[in-house]
């Protein structure tokens, strides 16, 4: 580094001289399709493989560390260009397919043509903006940190295979998330080294115009921040990441694109609004036009105002109309089951950064603010980026089956009155890029035995039961040597970290000899939060010691895993396992694999056994490791969290526990460690162990098929587009070109008609329900059911009456209840506005039932009834609380049942 810093430093950029024969690499180093191609991989690992492990896997910095010689060598090895020619050729391919959005697109709009009300715009091109803090895509590329990043890298992978209209937005921090060692003592440490990006495949985008790179401004407190836009291309997807490392800004603002999650409230403030509010403007200001916005967590949420602003200037509306507008084209996908995992900003904060921003948006502080904020009216509530995402999104969803619930249970106070199973928040359970993930010899395997279509549509459940028709003997050993080849990568990595924290030869070779590639392998590799449990196995030592020490079973763990490097007690597990491996004579062949990334992630989901999971149940919004690990045939077993509520089945892994929910962590943990020793001990080491005449374990290899061939095709992430864009993407693509038709007229007439329900609706109630069912009704019969409204000015054709039933609990609560519209039946005697209703529910289930009847707002142009909010039931009783009424008893084949 200069010593003085007034210097002008004037850069270059230097890149490899290639010999014309193999400078399509350059092309296949710089598009990350080759993440997910092993024939591209290969040419790179053939070039030498020295180099590519040197380079951190990392294509575009090993051709510029490669002498010119082995360049001239390569470009006239024919067997070479041969191989080179071919994968060049996939490429192009793969970038000019057809793909299954065109088709299913297609077909979406013939639906909605044939919808009058709702065809108006759907001609429109559809594009899709994805904007995510973080995108995992490769290990050389680490703009990630864990989870999260990995799904949003998936998510553009699975677009680009699709051929779906999708761009990433995100920031390029140039010293990512970061690296960890230990020290002697086990205690995590951090460093953050640079990623050098001009050794990395990522791009200027340039203004054709000037020449120079596309920059954007966004306004910070007394200053304007400049926002570069950068481009890396994911095949066919395009990833814009925006950067703020340039002179002009002050060297604090350089800074805000430095690390991933580093720095305090403020720096995390001004990486948000970098996301969001510049991410809008980047795309604007390149003339990319989405149609959807998909906010992935509510990091960048902020993208909701920019628009608004922007919609505003275009049209002259209010803050109102321009939120409709743009929430109709908005999507928010929540990864959070605990409220402490939401970025809140304080109202300081928040008028000090967006204080200038208010006129535009046509809107005062505490306006601003209570749309951040479950109770708009608490002045002291700090502003919440999901609570601004959930109100500026026409569709939410959560991430398993689940999380949805658990989201809807935690969200319940924006929608009050509505029924926990109606709260407007659904799912769409993640998955996994599949040829991301799976070992390059299965990929082979599959290749023989299944159809060539598994690769182009991994969401083909049929094409996956081929796989109970691979041998037995070529599935076994694949796995084998899955599980080899990862044993002697751990023995080279333990080597190197033991000898950075200065150990001595003989324990070096102690410890890493004493990993055996022949035995049952666990694998524990995850972000080190304290919810995880990543202890819970050591909670017993004496059963620990003796599954450990057990020589006619043996086992051994690999364990990986970052901690934040705020928090102090997941950092603390991490020493406890250190310690244990370290100094218990049982524990040679317990293992912690420093500095876990993409790479660490690949091999272990590769070549392990089993996968092992323990969160605490409704903390593990989905989790994916264990997805990667049972499409590679790794068994998976989870307490019932997350994916693997609804993934579990006996036959393809196992299950800690059966959902309970402890209200004492004590005791849970007690439970469940139990629970898990005994699986290992009674079925897994069993089952593994047990051989035939020929040395195969049949029963395990049975389950390693059956795993493969139920789970693959479910939780692979190009089904998890597929939904995304046939139950969410398409749906905000009509609306919004719907509402944003001839000026936004449409988006004006629908909030003025909220404005109208919400001065009326004070007004609107239930004054008379009427059955003729007695105490007892016989089931599949169906009831009758007639209400008294008055709808206070509304008409009939406003509101949307229903009878809503279900079950009811021994509290009294309806319990799965779900509701069927009335119709209806004239203006009531009398003349006073009032309007009588009729409907009929069936039956369908013995014992305790019930119902009670509700008035929603209705105007086709909502995603749905209940996002305002706006819900009047019969004698303002509540479904949520033991008081509702016409409680009945429905007794089977006409007989009675006991009345409580």
Same mark, same amino acid.
């Given at each position: 580094?200069?010593?003085?810093?007034?210097?002008?430093?004037?850069?270059?950029?230097?890149?490899?001289?290639?010999?014309?024969?193999?400078?399509?690499?350059?092309?296949?180093?710089?598009?990350?399709?080759?993440?997910?191609?092993?024939?591209?991989?290969?040419?790179?690992?053939?070039?030498?493989?020295?180099?590519?492990?040197?380079?951190?896997?990392?294509?575009?910095?090993?051709?510029?560390?490669?002498?010119?010689?082995?360049?001239?060598?390569?470009?006239?090895?024919?067997?070479?260009?041969?191989?080179?020619?071919?994968?060049?050729?996939?490429?192009?391919?793969?970038?000019?397919?057809?793909?299954?959005?065109?088709?299913?697109?297609?077909?979406?709009?013939?639906?909605?043509?044939?919808?009058?009300?709702?065809?108006?715009?759907?001609?429109?091109?559809?594009?899709?903006?994805?904007?995510?803090?973080?995108?995992?895509? #490769?290990?050389?590329?680490?703009?990630?940190?864990?989870?999260?990043?990995?799904?949003?890298?998936?998510?553009?992978?699975?677009?680009?295979?699709?051929?779906?209209?999708?761009?990433?937005?995100?920031?390029?921090?140039?010293?990512?998330?970061?690296?960890?060692?230990?020290?002697?003592?086990?205690?995590?440490?951090?460093?953050?080294?640079?990623?050098?990006?001009?050794?990395?495949?990522?791009?200027?985008?340039?203004?054709?115009?000037?020449?120079?790179?596309?920059?954007?401004?966004?306004?910070?407190?007394?200053?304007?921040?400049?926002?570069?836009?950068?481009?890396?291309?994911?095949?066919?997807?395009?990833?814009?990441?925006?950067? #703020?490392?340039?002179?002009?800004?002050?060297?604090?603002?350089?800074?805000?694109?430095?690390?991933?999650?580093?720095?305090?409230?403020?720096?995390?403030?001004?990486?948000?609004?970098?996301?969001?509010?510049?991410?809008?403007?980047?795309?604007?200001?390149?003339?990319?036009?989405?149609?959807?916005?998909?906010?992935?967590?509510?990091?960048?949420?902020?993208?909701?105002?920019?628009?608004?602003?922007?919609?505003?200037?275009?049209?002259?509306?209010?803050?109102?109309?321009?939120?409709?507008?743009?929430?109709?084209?908005?999507?928010?996908?929540?990864?959070?089951?605990?409220?402490?995992?939401?970025?809140?900003?304080?109202?300081?904060?928040?008028?000090?950064?967006?204080?200038?921003?208010? &006129?535009?948006?046509?809107?005062?502080?505490?306006?601003?603010?209570?749309?951040?904020?479950?109770?708009?009216?608490?002045?002291?509530?700090?502003?919440?980026?999901?609570?601004?995402?959930?109100?500026?999104?026409?569709?939410?969803?959560?991430?398993?089956?689940?999380?949805?619930?658990?989201?809807?249970?935690?969200?319940?106070?924006?929608?009050?009155?509505?029924?926990?199973?109606?709260?407007?928040?659904?799912?769409?359970?993640?998955?996994? &890029?599949?040829?991301?993930?799976?070992?390059?010899?299965?990929?082979?395997?599959?290749?023989?035995?299944?159809?060539?279509?598994?690769?182009?549509?991994?969401?083909?459940?049929?094409?996956?039961?081929?796989?109970?028709?691979?041998?037995?003997?070529?599935?076994?050993?694949?796995?084998?040597?899955?599980?080899?080849?990862?044993?002697?990568?751990?023995?080279?990595?333990?080597?190197?970290?033991?000898?950075?924290?200065?150990?001595?030869?003989?324990?070096?070779?102690?410890?890493?000899?004493?990993?055996?590639?022949?035995?049952?392998?666990?694998?524990?590799?995850?972000?080190?939060? #304290?919810?995880?449990?990543?202890?819970?196995?050591?909670?017993?030592?004496?059963?620990?010691?003796?599954?450990?020490?057990?020589?006619?079973?043996?086992?051994?763990?690999?364990?990986?895993?970052?901690?934040?490097?705020?928090?102090?007690?997941?950092?603390?597990?991490?020493?406890?396992?250190?310690?244990?491996?370290?100094?218990?004579?049982?524990?040679?062949?317990?293992?912690?694999?420093?500095?876990?990334?993409?790479?660490?992630?690949?091999?272990?989901?590769?070549?392990?056994?089993?996968?092992?999971?323990?969160?605490?149940?409704?903390?593990?919004?989905?989790?994916?490791?264990?997805?990667?690990?049972?499409?590679?045939?790794?068994?998976?077993?989870?307490?019932?969290?997350?994916?693997?509520?609804?993934?579990?089945?006996?036959?393809?892994?196992?299950?800690?526990?059966?959902?309970?929910?402890?209200?004492?962590?004590?005791?849970?943990?007690?439970?469940?460690?139990?629970?898990?020793?005994?699986?290992?001990?009674?079925?897994?080491?069993?089952?593994?162990?047990?051989?035939?005449?020929?040395?195969?374990?049949?029963?395990?290899?049975?389950?390693?098929?059956?795993?493969?061939?139920?789970?693959?095709?479910?939780?692979?992430?190009?089904?998890?587009?597929?939904?995304?864009?046939?139950?969410?993407?398409?749906?905000?693509?009509?609306?919004?070109?719907?509402?944003?038709?001839?000026?936004?007229?449409?988006?004006?007439?629908? #909030?003025?008609?909220?404005?109208?329900?919400?001065?009326?609706?004070?007004?609107?109630?239930?004054?008379?329900?009427?059955?003729?069912?007695?105490?007892?009704?016989?089931?599949?019969?169906?009831?009758?059911?007639?209400?008294?409204?008055?709808?206070?000015?509304?008409?009939?054709?406003?509101?949307?009456?229903?009878?809503?039933?279900?079950?009811?609990?021994?509290?009294?609560?309806?319990?799965?209840?779900?509701?069927?519209?009335?119709?209806?039946?004239?203006?009531?005697?009398?003349?006073?506005?009032?309007?009588?209703?009729?409907?009929?529910?069936?039956?369908?289930?013995?014992?305790?039932?019930?119902?009670?009847?509700?008035?929603?707002?209705?105007?086709?142009?909502?995603?749905?009834?209940?996002?305002?909010?706006?819900?009047?039931?019969?004698?303002?009783?509540?479904?949520?609380?033991?008081?509702?009424?016409?409680?009945?008893?429905?007794?089977?084949?006409?007989?009675?049942?006991?009345?409580?």
């Amino acid at each position: 580094m200069l010593p003085f810093g007034q210097a002008r430093v004037r850069s270059f950029r230097v890149v490899p001289a290639l010999p014309e024969p193999i400078r399509p690499l350059m092309e296949i180093a710089h598009n990350l399709w080759w993440t997910w191609n092993h024939r591209a991989i290969d040419l790179f690992v053939r070039l030498d493989r020295e180099l590519w492990e040197d380079s951190g896997h990392n294509p575009v910095r090993m051709l510029g560390q490669m002498s010119q010689e082995a360049l001239e060598r390569a470009a006239n090895d024919q067997a070479f260009l041969h191989n080179l020619s071919l994968v060049h050729a996939s490429l192009q391919a793969h970038l000019g397919a057809r793909g299954w959005h065109a088709e299913r697109f297609a077909e979406f709009q013939r639906d909605h043509k044939a919808d009058p009300g709702a065809a108006h715009g759907v001609d429109q091109p559809f594009l899709a903006a994805y904007f995510s803090a973080e995108f995992g895509l #490769t290990e050389c590329f680490q703009i990630y940190s864990g989870g999260l990043g990995v799904l949003a890298g998936d998510h553009l992978k699975s677009a680009s295979e699709l051929a779906l209209p999708l761009v990433g937005v995100g920031l390029l921090y140039r010293c990512g998330y970061f690296h960890q060692y230990l020290n002697t003592d086990g205690w995590q440490q951090e460093t953050y080294p640079d990623l050098d990006l001009p050794n990395q495949p990522v791009h200027r985008v340039i203004d054709p115009e000037t020449g120079q790179q596309y920059r954007v401004k966004v306004e910070l407190p007394g200053r304007s921040l400049v926002v570069g836009i950068w481009r890396v291309n994911v095949g066919r997807t395009a990833l814009y990441l925006l950067d #703020t490392n340039y002179p002009e800004n002050q060297k604090e603002d350089r800074d805000i694109t430095r690390n991933l999650y580093g720095g305090d409230v403020e720096t995390r403030i001004k990486q948000e609004i970098v996301l969001g509010i510049g991410g809008v403007r980047a795309l604007a200001k390149m003339g990319v036009k989405p149609t959807v916005f998909h906010m992935n967590e509510g990091h960048s949420a902020f993208l909701a105002l920019e628009r608004v602003r922007s919609l505003r200037q275009q049209h002259g509306v209010s803050f109102d109309e321009a939120l409709t507008a743009a929430a109709a084209a908005q999507i928010f996908t929540t990864h959070t089951p605990v409220p402490a995992g939401i970025d809140r900003f304080s109202p300081e904060i928040m008028e000090r950064y967006f204080r200038p921003y208010l &006129h535009d948006l046509g809107v005062d502080l505490n306006g601003l603010l209570a749309v951040g904020r479950e109770n708009p009216n608490d002045h002291a509530e700090f502003f919440s980026m999901a609570v601004l995402a959930l109100r500026a999104a026409r569709r939410c969803n959560g991430v398993s089956r689940l999380h949805g619930h658990v989201s809807r249970t935690m969200w319940r106070s924006l929608w009050p009155r509505v029924p926990d199973n109606e709260i407007p928040i659904t799912h769409v359970t993640n998955g996994v &890029h599949a040829r991301s993930w799976i070992k390059s010899d299965l990929v082979d395997l599959y290749d023989r035995y299944l159809p060539s279509s598994w690769q182009q549509d991994p969401s083909d459940h049929s094409v996956w039961r081929a796989v109970r028709e691979i041998p037995d003997e070529e599935i076994w050993h694949a796995r084998q040597r899955a599980r080899e080849r990862m044993i002697v990568w751990c023995r080279r990595k333990i080597r190197e970290q033991l000898k950075r924290r200065g150990a001595g030869q003989d324990d070096i070779d102690t410890a890493a000899a004493a990993l055996d590639p022949g035995i049952l392998t666990i694998g524990f590799a995850r972000r080190f939060a #304290t919810y995880k449990r990543a202890t819970l196995l050591l909670r017993n030592l004496e059963r620990v010691r003796a599954l450990l020490s057990n020589e006619d079973r043996p086992l051994q763990i690999l364990i990986a895993g970052k901690s934040h490097p705020a928090d102090g007690p997941g950092k603390e597990f991490i020493r406890e396992l250190v310690r244990f491996a370290k100094n218990d004579r049982h524990a040679g062949r317990v293992v912690f694999l420093e500095d876990y990334d993409m790479d660490v992630a690949r091999r272990l989901v590769q070549g392990c056994d089993i996968w092992l999971n323990t969160p605490r149940r409704g903390m593990e919004a989905s989790g994916t490791s264990g997805m990667k690990a049972a499409m590679n045939g790794v068994i998976h077993v989870s307490v019932l969290d997350g994916w693997w509520d609804e993934g579990y089945d006996a036959s393809v892994g196992w299950a800690v526990g059966r959902g309970e929910v402890y209200e004492d962590p004590e005791v849970e943990d007690e439970v469940e460690s139990r629970a898990l020793y005994d699986i290992f001990e009674r079925q897994i080491l069993p089952e593994f162990y047990d051989r035939d005449a020929s040395g195969l374990p049949r029963h395990w290899v049975r389950r390693i098929k059956r795993c493969i061939s139920a789970l693959a095709p479910q939780f692979n992430s190009n089904r998890m587009v597929m939904e995304y864009a046939e139950r969410l993407y398409y749906d905000c693509h009509a609306a919004a070109a719907r509402l944003s038709a001839d000026s936004l007229s449409e988006a004006r007439a629908l #909030t003025a008609h909220l404005r109208r329900y919400r001065e009326r609706w004070p007004g609107v109630r239930i004054e008379d329900v009427q059955t003729g069912i007695g105490a007892q009704v016989p089931i599949r019969s169906r009831v009758t059911v007639s209400a008294l409204a008055h709808l206070n000015g509304l008409e009939p054709s406003e509101v949307r009456c229903e009878v809503y039933h279900g079950q009811v609990n021994s509290a009294g609560d309806l319990v799965h209840g779900r509701g069927v519209e009335m119709r209806p039946d004239g203006a009531a005697e009398g003349g006073d506005g009032r309007t009588r209703f009729v409907g009929e529910f069936p039956v369908n289930h013995s014992g305790r039932n019930g119902f009670s009847v509700r008035l929603l707002p209705r105007d086709d142009r909502m995603a749905t009834p209940f996002a305002t909010g706006l819900i009047v039931w019969d004698t303002e009783t509540d479904p949520n609380l033991p008081s509702t009424r016409q409680i009945t008893d429905f007794a089977p084949h006409g007989h009675a049942s006991h009345q409580g």
